[in-house]
Every structure is written in C-alpha cells, then in structure tokens.
Antibody, heavy 130, light 111 residues
C-alpha cells in the first residue's frame, strides 16, 4: 500500500546535526514533489521544506533557511532532511508528506495536478536539548 | 508569506448536529488555472494529519461525504453535515498557492 515511513529522529544537543529519512513505497516516488512538515509539542503544523522530483528546485521556510537541507534519492525511493545548527525551537515531530505531481523531462519539471498532501508518514521525533 | 486565520479556535460539537469552521487568507488563493489552492486537514489525537479537502472543495479519497469544503478567493469554509464521534481532533487549513505553504493555527473540535 501507499506508505511513508520516517526515521532518524532522536536527542541532540543545541548546535548539533541530525539527518532524517523518509522511505516511500506503493507509488512512483519520482513523479511527486515531497514535503517536510513539523509540529512542536502542543503546537500546530509548520511546513518547512519541499523538493521537486529531479531535485532541481527546493523551497524552505525562513525558520530553517540556511540550516536545513532537503534532498532525495529517487533510486532508493527516499527523502531526506539534513538538519544543522539545531536549536531548542526545532524540537518537534517531523512528518514527510507526498505533494503534487510533476511531469519531468531530464532535469526540467513542470507542475502537474495538485491533490493535496495526500499521504503522510507517522512522524519522527527530534528533541534538541543539552 | 500568506497568513491563514482560522475561526473558531475551539468548537464544541454535538453528535448528529452540523459544524462549520472558517479560514481566511491574507491574499487571494485563486490561481490563474481557476483553482483555489486551499486544503483542509484533520489531525485526530495521537495521529498524523490526514487530508480531507483539496483545492477548496474536492474531497480526498475515502473521506465521508458529510465533509464539504467551499469558498473562493480569501474566504473558505469546512462543513460537517452531521458530526460523528470520530470527527474530534484539530482541523487545519493550509494554502498551497505559493511557497512557503502556510497552515492556520488549527480548530480543536471536541464533543
């Protein structure tokens, strides 16, 4: 079935780094943009980053710009989030989600139909604390 | 960034009765393709969010028809025709017109 499974969360000290992974199955991973969304304890949802199928376009929220890097490996059906210079306020559950379709030819992608963030993983918890 | 404002923040409901949540964006979500890029998500307690409505009024696969979305431009509404016990949780609207995508603060629905 269509599934996303995050991993890589844990406890890290302020200023430290962590790499999250999201394993996709049950659909053609390379046809979709993919997003990361996080949720701080007791708070709402915050979209933080997305990437197009060929990794030629990414966009990040200001709160993580310059510190977090999204990437993907279509051969491994995997999405990643490299998190550097972590702060206490980065403590959250991190979700990956399937985003819109894209039509790509070589490295050029065109946005396809949008059907919402229709598949979400179960989340992985990141705690930044000394 | 587009700011999303939901109301109310908390909504007590009665099973079998209708319920409604509003979402307003700081700028129009109407794209040149004719669609309004507004989604609704439900996060049940202890679960991941799930998509209910995309492009303002399209129900996601498997979503009961008691859920409906409407609106255009800056003002949007999610309606539940007859609330059921499983509908409790936090409802979020999200704009997907332009990055960064932004969510409303959420509406907590409880019985």
């Amino acid at each position: 079935q269509v599934q996303l499974v995050e991993s890589g969360g844990g406890l890290v000290k302020p200023g430290g780094s962590l790499r999250l992974s999201c394993a996709a199955s049950g659909f053609t991973f390379s046809d979709h943009y993919m997003s990361w969304i996080r949720q701080a304890p007791g708070k709402g949802l915050e979209w933080i980053s997305y990437i197009n199928p060929r990794s030629t376009y990414t966009n990040n929220a200001d709160s993580v710009k310059g510190r977090f890097t999204i990437s993907r490996d279509n051969a491994k059906n995997s999405l990643y989030l490299q998190m550097n210079s972590l702060r206490a306020e980065d403590t959250a559950v991190y979700f990956c989600a399937r985003d819109r379709y894209a039509s790509c030819s070589n490295s050029v992608c065109y946005e396809g139909p949008y059907y919402g963030l229709d598949v979400w993983g179960q989340g992985t918890t990141v705690t930044v604390s000394s | 960034d587009i700011v999303m404002t939901q109301s109310p923040l908390s909504l007590p409901v009665t099973p079998g009765e209708p319920a409604s949540i509003s979402c307003r964006s700081s700028q129009s979500l109407l794209h040149s393709d004719g669609h309004n890029y507004l989604d609704w998500y439900l996060q049940r307690p202890g679960q991941s969010p799930q998509l209910l409505i995309y492009l303002s009024s399209n129900r996601a696969s498997g979503v009961p028809d008691r859920f409906s979305g409407s609106g255009s431009g800056r003002d949007f509404t999610l309606k539940i025709s007859r609330v059921e016990a499983e509908d409790v949780g936090v409802y979020y609207c999200m704009q997907a017109l332009q990055p960064p995508r932004t969510f409303g603060h959420g509406t907590k629905v409880e019985i």
